[in-house]
């Protein structure tokens, strides 16, 4: 089983409206692409800043520029006019649980991504509102990040844990910590491991300044050691992105003796031997 859950119908950015990437026809792309490179569960997890109903949560200002569609007509659309599973990513925000968890229950998903792109205002992977711009120290930053990664794993509100070590993503572009990073991994571990959450090996990273895939080798052994479930994603937003490089995600997973990835249905988990279909 190869699975690709971590996928966006439609590219990030403007002018890309959910009338014309919600539809039968490029659904169909993406399971075309994805029978043939041997991925037998796809399911989408689209952005939950691009609906209305995120803004009763949080009103950052990406948010309020990207809020325009309604997040019922997507389930409806996936439910009932494609055979994907039904996913959303959804950000962890400090001070903001209640209202997410809310949000979140109230639909049918298979499963729910967390991620936190955002500490507070300042952004992890986007340039235009950088973190980097007003943080403190890199010390400060990477204690910040997986100090929350706990708490999203802790929430109970998430499936998968996306990207895990996405403070990472600009490489040495961005100021580097001194400490052997294990320390920052350390922080959020007794909550991932206590949590069960499904853990995702993302191979976004390679697409991305850094250059390698998310999380790296050290926290992946973590994990593997506290058992958590591991997903295998590829963060895609066009169909040609569905199951990047997961030559070298298998190659990996297989270094450090993980044979079987989450699936999932109705946000009950499974796991199954890896491997194409």
Same mark, same amino acid.
Request: contains cysteine; charged residues 35%; hydrophobic residues 40%.
């Given at each position: 089983m190869l699975t690709d859950y971590h996928v966006h119908l439609r590219p990030d950015g403007e002018n890309t409206?959910?009338?014309?990437?919600? +539809?039968?026809?490029? /659904?169909?792309?993406? *399971?075309?692409?994805?029978?043939?490179? %041997?991925?037998?569960?796809? !399911?989408?997890?689209?952005?939950?800043?691009?609906?209305? &109903? /995120? @803004?009763?949560?949080?009103?950052?200002?990406?948010?309020?520029?990207?809020?325009?569609?309604?997040?019922? *007509?997507?389930?409806?659309?996936?439910?009932?006019? +494609?055979?994907?599973?039904? !996913?959303?990513?959804? #950000?962890?925000?400090? !001070?903001?649980?209640?209202?997410?968890?809310?949000?979140?229950?109230? *639909?049918?998903? #298979?499963?729910?991504? $967390?991620?936190?792109?955002?500490? &507070?205002? $300042?952004?992890?992977?986007?340039?235009?509102f950088d973190v980097w711009n007003s943080a403190r120290s890199a010390d400060h930053v990477w204690k910040t990040y997986f100090t929350w990664l706990g708490e999203l794993a802790a929430? %109970?509100?998430?499936?998968?844990?996306?990207?895990?070590? @996405?403070?990472?993503?600009? %490489?040495?572009?961005?100021?580097?910590?001194?400490?052997d990073l294990r320390f920052y991994y350390d922080i959020a571990m007794e909550r991932i491991a206590e949590s069960g959450i499904a853990v995702e090996l993302s191979t976004a990273g390679l697409r991305k300044p850094i250059g390698e895939i998310y999380?790296?080798?050290?926290?992946?052994?973590?994990?593997? #050691?506290? $058992?958590?479930?591991i997903a295998l994603s590829s963060d895609a937003h066009t169909p040609e992105q569905l199951g990047y490089e997961y030559e070298q995600a298998m190659e990996l997973l297989d270094s450090v003796g993980v044979k079987e990835i989450a699936v999932f249905e109705h946000r009950a988990v499974t796991l199954e031997p890896i491997g194409p279909s």
């Open positions: 409206p959910a009338a014309e990437y919600f +539809t039968e026809a490029n /659904a169909e792309r993406y *399971r075309e692409t994805a029978a043939e490179r %041997g991925i037998a569960e796809l !399911g989408v997890a689209e952005h939950i800043y691009r609906f209305t &109903a /995120a @803004l009763d949560v949080w009103q950052h200002p990406l948010w309020v520029e990207n809020a325009h569609d309604d997040i019922d *007509r997507y389930c409806e659309f996936v439910r009932e006019r +494609t055979d994907l599973k039904l !996913g959303i990513e959804a #950000d962890f925000i400090p !001070g903001k649980d209640d209202k997410m968890r809310s949000l979140l229950e109230a *639909r049918d998903w #298979d499963y729910v991504v $967390g991620s936190i792109h955002f500490l &507070a205002e $300042g952004a992890l992977d986007y340039d235009r929430s %109970g509100m998430f499936d998968i844990m996306a990207h895990p070590d @996405l403070v990472k993503h600009w %490489g040495k572009e961005r100021p580097w910590p001194e400490k999380p790296d080798r050290a926290f992946l052994e973590m994990v593997v #050691d506290a $058992g958590n479930p």
